[in-house]
């Protein structure tokens, strides 16, 4: 069996190295596709073993990735970014689960995304197809996926990822994204992906629009729907108004039955009866024993990094949500038991929060 690592890179000294080098025993080549550097890029491909070809960008991802996969004879490719790095695996292992499915298939890897937030730096995590069979192609001119309806099998494979740590791409690749939007739509995918990059920018009240039309033509089955739905409470609930908190609490209800087992959205819908109930107290008063279940529900449901999601709204940062309740209602020694709890997982909020009232 032969594995070929398969990159596109541009401008990537800062962390091409460090992806190399972790990929390297994983795989029998290393195929390196450059698109216009300026920087060590290509020295340092170059003297960590990589084959370095070159591709003229034309504005379109899966064509340099296609050609990039045009080099290799692999019976299966590595898809990654220069500033994602896979976690040690034994190379043996990964031939026998490869050898252990019949047919044709993507193999699914599991994504920790580190990013800056208010309290420092957060994980989210997901399954991404990048373990690409020969002869499996893209398509789309930006956020590619392989061509086809191959069925995606979990393997475990796992890779960190800290671009969003450096740099944010919206802007560049918004122009992207509202084409793919324009011809294709009736695909909720570019909707969605439209949406995340405008919220990820700060552009709100921009992003709804595609937001509702992602919620309107996504499938059920489709494995970007609850994240995305996820996404859309959150920017309804940052725009706060009332319209949009009635949004919010529609689509609540219409997703808590699918979406009920996830600490993800159990999260979300804790800070949605929050605002809920802030907006008007007399009104909605009789929600509150739905913030105090939302975050008791994230505990009981724990960390699940396969379903994709935040990391901590099934331990930590729901622990916290639970202490600031509890500390809010009058209730301190639940507030103290929960924050510890948080602090004991290295939550800084946590940690200020018993300093208060200890």
């Not at 060590?40 to 991802?61: C, H, K, P, Q, V």
């Not at 420092?120 to 373990?131: A, E, M």
């Not at 992906?193 to 089955?221: C, D, I, V, W």
């Amino acid at each position: 069996m032969k594995i070929n690592l398969v990159m596109i890179v541009k401008n990537e000294e800062r962390s091409l190295r460090k992806c190399l080098k972790a990929a390297k025993p994983l795989v029998d080549r290393m195929i390196v596709v450059d698109t216009g550097s300026k920087d060590r890029t290509r020295a340092i491909a170059e003297d960590m073993g990589a084959e370095l070809y070159s591709f003229s960008w034309i504005n379109d991802f899966s064509a340099a990735k296609n050609f990039a996969l045009e080099q290799s004879d692999g019976d299966w490719n590595l898809m990654l970014d220069a500033d994602e790095y896979v976690r040690p695996y034994k190379r043996k292992d990964l031939e026998r689960i490869l050898s252990g499915r019949k047919g044709v298939w993507l193999g699914g890897m599991l994504w920790y995304n580190s990013y800056p937030e208010e309290t420092g730096i957060g994980v989210s995590t997901s399954i991404l197809p990048r373990l690409l069979p020969k002869g499996v192609r893209y398509t789309g001119r930006i956020h590619e996926q392989p061509e086809g309806n191959l069925p995606c099998y979990r393997i475990p494979l796992e890779v960190d990822h800290d671009g969003y740590l450096y740099m944010d791409k919206g802007e560049r690749n918004l122009p992207y994204l509202f084409l793919e939007a324009d011809e294709h739509p009736e695909d909720g995918y570019y909707q969605f992906q439209l949406a995340s990059t405008l919220r990820n920018l700060k552009r709100m009240e921009e992003s709804l629009p595609y937001f509702r039309g992602f919620y309107r033509l996504s499938q059920q089955e489709e494995a970007y729907r609850a994240g995305g739905i996820v996404l859309y409470l959150y920017t309804l609930l940052d725009v706060g108004t009332m319209e949009c908190l009635n949004e919010a609490g529609k689509v609540v209800e219409q997703e808590e039955s699918e979406l009920g087992g996830w600490s993800d959205f159990c999260f979300v819908c804790g800070l949605f009866y929050m605002k809920r109930v802030l907006s008007d107290v007399e009104r909605y008063m009789g929600l509150l024993p739905k913030i105090e279940y939302c975050y008791k529900r994230c505990l009981e449901l724990g960390e699940r990094p396969e379903l994709g999601g935040v990391v901590g709204t099934g331990s930590f940062k729901a622990a916290y949500n639970l202490g600031a309740w509890y500390e809010v209602s009058g209730q301190k020694e639940l507030a103290v038991r929960y924050y510890r709890t948080a602090a004991k997982a290295g939550y800084g909020p946590a940690r200020e929060r018993l300093k208060e009232l200890q």
